[in-house]
C-alpha cells in the first residue's frame, strides 16, 4: 500500500479516547463501548491524553472534569487548540450547570454528560459523536481527498516505507494550511467549505504546475514536494503562494473569505518521518499565522517543538523524583543592610535536559495546564522552607512566593496555605504571595474575593512585576495589598533618567501613604541602590548582592550579615 493510500485508510478508523484517572470507571466504559467495534484508546490524566492524541488518529475524546494535574476542562482547550476537528464529551460527576454552559457555549466540549452515565445512553451519544464526525470529515472531503491522492498514485511516485520520505538534498516539503476552516464550515455550510478546499486544491495545483504532487487531509493541510535552487527564492516563492490563495473567493454567489498559511521545510538527504514533519509544519503556521511571513521549519525549530513535547511529557515525573528545587534571591531592607527576607524561585535539573529556565517549563506548564501542580508544590515546600529558615535565624521575617494567574482561579489553594501554615506553625504574616497584575486583572472580581480570604489567613500580598506592562495604580486602592514589587525595567537607569526617578519616587511616595512597602527588582548598581535609598525605597533584591541561590548559601549570607557595601 502506498503511503498515500495508507493516510486514506488511516483516516477511516474510528477511534476513542477514553480519559479518566479511575481505572474502574475506564474499564466499565471500555466494557460497554467493546461491542462498537470503535478502537479504543485510555489515559488516566492529561499528560498520558496528549501522548495518545500525537501518536493516534483519534476522532473522539470522551474525558472526566476532576484529574490530577490537567483537569479535563483544561484538557479540552488544548485539544481545541491543537486538534480541533476532535469531537469531545467531558463525562463528569459534577452537577455544574455553569461550567458545562461555559464549555459548550466556547465551543470546547460538543456534549456534557453526567455520572452516575446510563450504558446505552453513553453508547449512543458516543456513536453520534462519530456520526457527526464522519459526516464533517466525509461531506465533500472525501472525494476531494480519493481525487488527490489517485492522481499522486497516477503520476507513479516511487512507493517508499508509509511513514518515510528519502529525496535529494534539493527537495523541499511545502505544507498549506486552510486556517479558518471551521470559521468557514459554521458559517456556510459544509458543501461551501467542500467546494473553497477543491478551488484552493486547483490553485495550487496550478501553480505548482506539474512540479510536485499534491495531499490534501480532511483538515485544510495541503502538502507536496518541490525542487528548489535555494532558501530565500523557495521563501520568494511560497510567500507568492499565500498572496495568491489568500483573499476572497466566490462561491455559489456567496464571498468567503480565506485565511492561508503557508510552511516550508528543505529536506536534505536524510531520510524523514513524513508525520512528524507535517505535523511541525502546521503547528509552525498554526503559531505565525498572524504573521505576514511564511513559515520555515528548520532544525531549529523541528528540536525546538521536540524539546517542548518532552518538557510537558516529564513535569509530573520531576515533581515526583525530586528534581525541582527551591532557591531563595535575598531582599536586603535599605534602612538597616540586612536580609531579612528572600523569593523563592523554581529550577528544574532534568535528569536528561540538565538545568531548564524556568521561562521556559513555566510558560509549557501554564498552556496545558500542569502549572497548578507546580505552583501547589512549590507552596507546599515554600511554608516548610519558611519554618525552618525563621528557625534558623531571627533575621529572617518574611518568605515571599510566586502565585501563577491558574493558582489564582482556584479556592483551593486558601485551603492548601491553611493546611501548611498549620502544619508547620508558622506565623501567616512571614509569608508573602506575590502575584502579577495581569492575573489580576483577569476576573478583576473573583480574584479582589479570593485576596481578601487570603488576607484573612493572615499573610502578605505583593503585587509583583509592577511596572512591566499596562499598570495601574487603581489596583492599590482596591485590592488588600501589602507590598508593591517595581519591576526592574522601572528602575533601571534611574540614576540618570530623571523622568523615570520622579516616577519612581512618585510610587513610593504614594505607597507610603496607602502603607505599602516597596521592593525593587532587578538591582544591579550602586547608582541606582543609591537613588533608591535616597529616594524612601523599603527593600530591594537584585544581582548587586547576590542571584538566587540555594538555601544552604542563602544561610552564609545571614550568617556574614549586614552587606559591607550597605554600611
Known amino acids: 500500500m502506498s503511503g498515500s493510500n495508507a493516510a486514506v485508510t488511516r483516516l477511516n478508523k474510528l477511534e476513542l479516547l477514553i480519559v479518566d484517572d479511575e481505572p474502574a470507571v475506564l474499564s466499565s466504559i471500555k466494557r ?11 489515559a488516566q490524566n492529561g499528560k498520558e491524553a496528549m501522548k495518545v492524541l500525537a501518536n493516534n488518529n483519534i476522532a473522539v475524546v470522551l474525558t472526566d472534569h476532576r484529574m490530577p494535574g490537567m483537569t479535563g476542562a483544561e484538557l479540552l482547550k488544548y485539544i481545541n487548540q491543537f486538534y480541533p476537528q476532535t469531537i469531545t464529551l467531558m463525562l463528569s460527576g459534577e452537577s455544574n450547570f455553569d461550567m458545562a454552559v461555559g464549555l459548550l457555549n466556547n465551543g470546547l466540549a460538543n456534549k456534557y454528560l453526567t ?23 466525509n461531506h465533500g472531503w472525501q472525494r476531494r481527498i480519493a481525487e488527490l491522492t489517485r492522481q499522486v498514485d497516477d503520476a507513479g511516485e516511487p512507493q517508499t516505507a508509509p511513514n518515510v520520505v528519502s529525496i535529494d538534498a534539493n527537495a523541499a516539503l511545502i505544507a498549506v494550511k486552510l486556517v479558518n476552516m471551521d470559521d468557514v464550515s459554521y458559517s456556510h455550510g459544509e458543501d461551501t467549505m467542500a467546494a473553497l478546499v477543491s478551488e484552493v486544491g486547483q490553485l495550487i ?14 483538515f485544510g493541510l495541503f502538502s507536496f514536494q518541490m525542487r528548489e535552487t535555494n532558501e530565500e527564492e523557495l521563501e520568494s516563492w511560497c510567500a507568492m503562494l499565500r498572496r495568491k490563495l489568500q483573499r476572497t473567493y466566490s462561491i455559489d454567489k456567496r464571498a468567503v473569505y480565506c485565511q492561508v498559511g503557508v510552511g516550508f521545510r528543505v529536506l536534505g538527504k536524510s531520510p524523514v518521518d513524513y508525520n512528524t514533519l507535517i505535523k511541525n509544519l502546521e503547528l509552525t503556521i498554526l503559531r505565525e499565522m498572524h504573521s505576514s511571513h511564511v513559515s520555515n521549519l528548520d532544525d531549529g525549530t523541528i528540536e525546538r517543538y521536540q524539546r517542548q513535547q518532552f518538557i510537558r511529557a516529564d513535569v509530573q515525573n520531576g515533581l515526583d523524583n525530586n528534581q525541582f528545587k527551591l532557591a531563595f534571591q535575598p531582599k536586603v531592607t535599605l534602612k538597616n543592610g540586612l536580609v531579612e527576607g528572600a523569593e523563592v524561585l523554581l529550577r528544574w535539573q532534568h535528569h536528561h535536559l540538565g538545568w531548564v529556565p524556568p521561562a521556559e517549563f513555566v510558560r509549557l506548564a501554564e498552556l496545558d495546564g500542569q502549572i497548578e501542580a507546580i505552583g501547589e508544590w512549590v507552596l507546599r515546600q515554600s511554608v516548610r522552607s519558611a519554618s525552618e529558615l525563621m528557625r534558623f535565624s531571627p533575621d529572617i521575617k518574611r518568605i515571599s512566593m510566586n502565585v501563577s494567574a491558574k493558582q489564582l482561579q482556584n479556592h483551593r489553594i486558601v485551603q492548601i496555605l491553611k493546611d501548611e501554615i498549620e502544619r508547620y506553625s508558622v506565623d501567616p504574616a512571614c509569608l508573602e504571595l506575590e502575584i502579577t ?10 480574584v479582589n474575593g479570593l485576596l481578601w480570604q487570603l488576607k484573612l489567613l493572615g499573610v502578605k500580598i505583593a503585587i509583583d512585576d509592577f511596572g512591566a506592562g499596562f499598570t495601574s495604580m487603581s489596583y492599590l486602592a482596591k485590592l488588600p495589598v501589602d507590598v508593591l514589587k517595581l519591576d526592574k525595567s522601572l528602575v533601571d537607569n534611574i540614576d540618570y533618567e530623571v523622568n523615570k526617578r520622579e516616577l519612581v519616587k512618585s510610587l513610593i511616595e504614594t505607597c507610603q501613604r496607602l502603607n505599602i512597602e516597596t521592593i525593587a527588582e532587578g538591582v544591579e548598581t550602586e547608582q541606582v541602590l543609591r537613588i533608591l535609598q535616597t529616594i524612601g525605597c523599603d527593600q530591594v533584591q537584585g544581582f548587586y548582592f547576590s542571584k538566587a541561590v540555594p538555601r544552604n548559601e542563602l544561610e552564609k549570607v545571614v550568617i556574614t550579615q549586614p552587606f559591607v557595601s550597605m554600611m
Open 115 to 137: 455520572k452516575p452515565w446510563n450504558a446505552g445512553q453513553l453508547i449512543n451519544e458516543i456513536d453520534q459523536a462519530f456520526e457527526y464526525f464522519k459526516g464533517r470529515r
Open 437 to 446: 497584575e495581569t492575573a489580576i486583572a483577569t476576573n478583576c472580581d473573583y
Open 32 to 42: 460497554a463501548i467493546r461491542p462498537s467495534g470503535y478502537v479504543v484508546h485510555t
Open 205 to 218: 495545483e496550478d501553480a505548482v504546475d506539474g512540479n510536485g504532487h499534491v495531499r490534501c487531509d480532511e
